[in-house]
């Protein structure tokens, strides 16, 4: 199954999802979301001129896995 076939699966389970990522594990695909308001990962680096970049991002959920072998969609509780 491709990432593309897998992007189709969410638009169709989740229409409300516009905002996701697709990573692939073992022969599952999950699908995460950025949560809003929650941050994450923040990286700090410097230019050959000295100046100082931050960049963070949000920290995300898992909200469907889609298993590879048969495209059986699953989606995951929200706590």
């Given at each position: 199954?491709?990432?593309s076939q897998v992007a189709g699966l969410v638009f169709k389970e989740s229409p409300q999802t516009t905002n996701f990522s697709c990573e692939f594990?073992?022969?599952v695909w999950?699908?995460?979301e950025p949560q809003k308001g929650v941050w994450g990962v923040a990286s700090r680096t410097t230019n050959a001129e000295g100046k100082i970049f931050v960049r963070s991002t949000?920290?995300?959920?898992?909200?469907?896995?889609?298993?590879?072998a048969d495209g059986t969609v699953e989606p995951v509780a929200t706590p």
């Open positions: 199954m491709s990432e594990k073992n022969g999950e699908i995460l949000n920290a995300t959920r898992v909200i469907l896995r889609v298993y590879d």
